[in-house]
């Protein structure tokens, strides 16, 4: 990674602002999941042992304006005292002249937790006079959002133009770990994309097909690449306007491309429905796809052996109804068993390591799903390009 971190800057004394993703999943005003949360924590522990007081900033959610209260982040404040055993200071915003009071009064070894940065429009609109006064809070500024660097904001972007910026250490990982499927993946490299919609994805197909040895196609994506071949998918999800597309894919693949053999199929869309396995050629009238079959499970495994470096981004089947899970997991715990490089690329992947019982057996699961893919489509991230070259 050719950007500076934490480490190659003086700490000491200084008040750092510190843009971290604490865009928790919330539930009745308490947070549900707090791996966020706990992900920034080597960042923010490094900087207080480096003596420094810590000004954090964050949005939660998408408020329609500042009284938005269901959108506070003062819950996450709270596990996040509870995480660091030491108080959590909570602004009643993000700027103005009380902040600024209390951004000044921070001893060292202090935490102030800023107030949701999208209560204020000229976040997103990346408006430089409100970055200017989030800037004028710290005197260094570290990004750990890895989640949100894809986006041109106030608090990822903005800010670094006016203070000396770094990485921090979740941050610097991501770029690692992402960088290696981008850069010089070890080959054999295999990826894997699921999901719903081939629009959504059709760069990062691109770029992987350019560099990897296999691309498993799964999810929704897969019925359109089947039904460009022919194959009559009857109610499955098919985008009709892709289907051009994947056969123009298909032709440059060669033999790179992998798509489902078999098919577990529902008469609908719902956990009670009636299923059966068949062949992807065979799917009767009223009957659509919700998940890869054994078959196909068995074709993943015989591509994933021996492969040195394993990318997966999304699922291969509607794992949220138990009855269609198990084809994504089956891939998870092939995953878990390889001696590959495996990295998760966030969103759904992520929940479904997680809900298969494996995301401590991956070498590294991502932390921001929409990031990761536009990562792994080679594009350069605003919130990344603004950090200080090493």
């Not at 600024?100 to 107030?115: D, N, R, S, W």
């Not at 994805?201 to 022919?230: H, P, R, S, W, Y």
Request: charge should be negative.
């Amino acid at each position: 990674m050719n950007k500076k971190t934490v480490k190659d800057i003086d700490l000491k004394n200084k008040r750092v602002l510190m843009r971290v993703d604490f865009n928790v999943p919330m539930a009745d005003g308490k947070v549900t999941d707090d791996k966020r949360i706990r992900a920034a924590l080597p960042t923010i522990k490094y900087c207080l042992d480096q003596n420094a007081s810590v000004i954090l900033m964050s949005h939660l959610g998408r408020p329609k304006s500042a009284s938005d209260s269901q959108f506070s982040l003062r819950a996450a404040a709270e596990v996040l005292s509870t995480l660091l055993a030491r108080p959590v200071k909570m602004a009643p915003d993000c700027v103005g002249p009380e902040v600024e009071a209390m951004a000044k009064a921070l001893k060292p070894g202090e935490v102030l937790m800023l107030e949701n940065t999208r209560f204020h429009a000229e976040e997103e609109k990346n408006d430089l006079d409100f970055a200017k006064q989030l800037a004028s809070l710290g005197e260094v500024f570290v990004n750990d959002a890895f989640g949100s660097a894809h986006r041109a904001h106030a608090s990822t972007e903005g800010v670094a133009r006016f203070l000396p910026a770094v990485s921090g250490f979740l941050m610097e990982q991501e770029l690692e770990y992402l960088g290696r499927a981008v850069a010089n993946p070890e080959h054999p490299y295999i990826a894997i994309l699921g999901g719903a919609k081939i629009s959504d994805k059709i760069l990062v197909v691109e770029t992987l097909l350019a560099k990897c040895d296999k691309l498993i196609i799964g999810g929704g994506m897969a019925n359109t690449f089947l039904a460009a071949q022919g194959l009559n998918m009857q109610d499955s999800l098919v985008e009709e306007s892709s289907l051009e597309t994947a056969r123009g894919i298909m032709a440059k693949s060669g033999d790179k491309l992998i798509l489902p053999v078999d098919a577990v199929i529902a008469d609908k869309f719902a956990e009670d429905a009636n299923t059966q396995v068949v062949d992807v050629g065979e799917i009767p009238a009223g009957w659509r796809m919700l998940d890869v079959g054994p078959k196909t499970v068995g074709v993943y495994q015989a591509a994933l052996s021996g492969a040195k470096l394993i990318v997966w981004n999304g699922p291969v089947g509607v794992f949220e109804m138990p009855k269609f899970a198990e084809g994504t997991f089956a891939l998870a715990r092939m995953l878990a068993e390889s001696k590959a490089v495996t990295v998760i690329g966030g969103g759904d992947s992520a929940s479904a390591v997680k809900k298969a019982g494996v995301a401590k057996q991956m070498t590294h699961v991502s932390t921001g799903g929409g990031a990761s893919l536009e990562f792994l489509e080679g594009k350069e991230l605003p919130g990344v390009a603004a950090l200080m070259d090493k």
